[in-house]
């Protein structure tokens, strides 16, 4: 058998040196201290966050004494255009969308579900004749790629029949994606949230 | 202050020796695993995560999970350190030339997948224990474990199932 397994176990063939992790620990910490490490970044955001508030608060002072006739500053940016939902998505809006997965792939590529409220995605896998025994889990990312950094949620590998669960928090309102990582080229789709009104 | 030169006493009957013999060279191979190979990367993480363990003394509940935790933090901490200064080495591990095609193998994976699939296969963790030494979730270890052996079948042959 020569397989990754095999392989791996190979991995058991090395041995640390001992004596330099003695050694190394005999001189002592060459790390950053955790706790300083934590509190060090926080002061400097803190410090940014201040700077730039009494900034920003200076030029609307500027601006609103420059425009006499004005009663209240410009509305604030609403944010980059990637994480805006389109006003009417192109599928419809559901409390509890249920997601059918025939085979590979998921009978939708679009969901609509309202921001700021706890909902539930199900998916319906597997239940057709011959489509039985495949594996299926379901992930919500903010990314299309949906590596790590970008998971929201996700559910445990499952072997289908079966229904993939899926309780999602509240989200903002935005456009996020949503696949099965077993078959992520094939079962794939965009979320859109949209505001209650 | 960026580093804290602190020493502790590593013998006696509850520091280093009884502690590397009960998980040294285990913890060693799964962070060397995680790093893709990294000898330097692991021998300082392992090195630091005893010297946190032994600090900690008494307060510790449970010495074997405690240092697996601490050694993945600082690892991943050390990885992603080196990920955005562009440090990490074409050539890893140059001791064993036999383990090149393997390392060449994990570091298409990802750490967490690299250090899901080894703790799982050669460790024989279960799934809620890697969840708590990766601080992550069972669901999460899955997908990590389901994507690291669809990859490593992929580039090194066999199968891809439990």
Redesign the interface.
């Known amino acids: 058998m020569n397989d990754w397994r095999h392989q791996l176990a190979e991995l058991d063939r090395t041995e640390p040196d001992r004596e330099a992790i003695r050694r190394r620990l005999e001189e002592g910490s060459r790390f950053p201290d955790p706790i300083e490490a934590r509190r060090e970044p926080r002061i400097a955001v803190i410090t940014v966050a201040t700077v730039i508030a009494i900034a920003a608060m200076a030029l609307l002072f500027v601006a609103f004494r420059n425009q006499p006739g004005a009663s209240s500053p410009a509305p604030a940016a609403t944010g980059p255009a990637s994480t805006m939902a389109p006003a009417a998505p192109p599928c419809p809006v559901t409390d509890s969308p249920l997601l059918g997965e025939a085979g590979v792939s998921f009978t939708t590529d679009c969901l609509a579900i309202v921001a700021h409220r706890p909902t539930t995605i199900t998916v319906k896998a597997g239940f057709e004749p011959g489509n039985d025994r495949l594996q299926h889990s379901l992930l919500v990312c903010s990314d299309k790629d949906c590596n790590e950094a970008s998971q929201i949620a996700g559910t445990d590998v499952t072997t289908s029949p079966a229904l993939v669960v899926l309780n999602l928090q509240g989200l903002e309102p935005g456009t996020y994606f949503f696949e099965d990582p077993v078959h992520p080229v094939t079962a794939n789709g965009t979320l859109y949230v949209v505001d209650e009104s | 202050?960026?580093?804290?030169?602190?020493?502790?006493d590593?013998g006696g009957a509850t520091g280093?020796d009884e502690l590397?013999e009960e998980v040294?060279?285990r913890l060693?191979?799964s962070i060397?695993?995680f790093a893709g190979g990294r000898r330097d990367l692991?021998?300082?993480v392992?090195?630091?995560a005893?010297?946190?363990t032994?600090e900690s003394g008494n307060n510790v509940r449970d010495r074997r999970a405690y240092v697996y935790r601490v050694a993945f933090r600082?690892a991943a901490q050390e990885l992603a350190r080196a990920s955005d200064s562009s440090q990490i080495p074409e050539v890893a591990?140059q001791d064993?030339p036999?383990?090149t095609?393997?390392f060449d193998?994990l570091r298409s994976l990802?750490p967490?997948e690299r250090a899901a699939?080894?703790l799982r296969?050669?460790v024989d963790l279960p799934i809620g224990k890697i969840a708590d030494i990766l601080g992550s979730?069972?669901?999460?270890v899955?997908?990590h474990l389901?994507?690291g052996?669809r990859k490593?079948?992929a580039?090194?042959?066999?199968?891809n199932d439990e």
């Open positions: 202050m960026l580093c804290k030169g602190v020493s502790v590593v280093f590397y040294g060279p060693w191979r060397l695993a692991t021998d300082d392992v090195a630091e005893f010297l946190r032994l600082l591990m064993d036999g383990l095609e393997l193998a990802s967490c699939v080894y296969y050669q979730s069972a669901g999460a899955r997908v389901f994507r052996r490593l079948a580039l090194l042959g066999g199968m």
